[in-house]
């Protein structure tokens, strides 16, 4: 979705308005409501020009929106900082799909980092692929993943997007997102 055709006259005031702006490298949180505590949320029932369906903006996804201007259909916006009431688009970034993900390795732009072994990830693999599990066959939205798994956003976020556990993506999403 491109940022015009979502937005309205006023919002981006109403934004700034909810917004605690610091510096560059700080978190920017969100001072409006949040989804489950978590997530800020800025819009209600807004009408997603590819489906035509009524989705709730979150508030980062509208921060993206503002200073990129588009989110490519069905792509993530994760966050570096791993704070999800943070809306600092420096802090923000693409979900690549699987085929960036798998095109960027190809060509050796991502190191292959493997998911237990390389020490960042505590989780076991059987953790990381409920992930998978949950988004694409009980088709549950990230925070819920999040919480029934006793991680964070990010990680799961990370997992999808294919930017963490990178060796194992393209088989989970072969077999799970269908
Ligand atoms: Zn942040």
């Known amino acids: 979705m491109k940022f015009e055709e979502i937005n309205r006259p006023g919002w981006t005031e109403q934004f700034w308005s909810k917004v605690h702006r610091a510096r560059k ?5 969100w001072q409006g409501a949040r989804y489950h505590g978590r997530y ?28 990129f201007n588009e989110i490519p259909t069905g792509l993530l916006v994760c966050h570096h900082c791993d704070n999800p009431g943070c809306v600092n688009p420096h802090h923000l970034y693409l979900g690549t799909n699987q085929r960036n993900v798998q095109d960027a390795g190809d ?47 990010g990680l799961v976020c990370d997992v999808l997007s294919g930017r963490r556990w990178q060796h194992k993506h393209q088989e989970w999403n072969g077999k799970y997102n269908r």
Not at 25 to 29: G, K, Q, R
Not at 52 to 62: Q, V
Not at 112 to 130: A, D, L, M, N, V
Not at 138 to 148: D, F, G, Q, V
């Open 107 to 153: 060509r050796g732009l991502i190191p292959h980092k493997k998911g237990t072994e390389h020490g960042r990830s505590k989780y076991p693999e059987e953790t990381i692929e409920q992930i998978f599990v949950l988004r694409y066959i009980n088709k549950l939205p990230l925070a819920r993943i999040a919480k029934e798994l006793e991680i964070s956003e």
């Open 25 to 29: 490298s700080e978190c920017w949180e």
């Open 40 to 67: 800020g949320y800025f819009k209600d029932r807004v009408t997603d020009p590819n489906t035509n369906k009524h989705i709730t903006l979150k508030a980062h996804r509208y921060s993206y929106l503002l200073h």
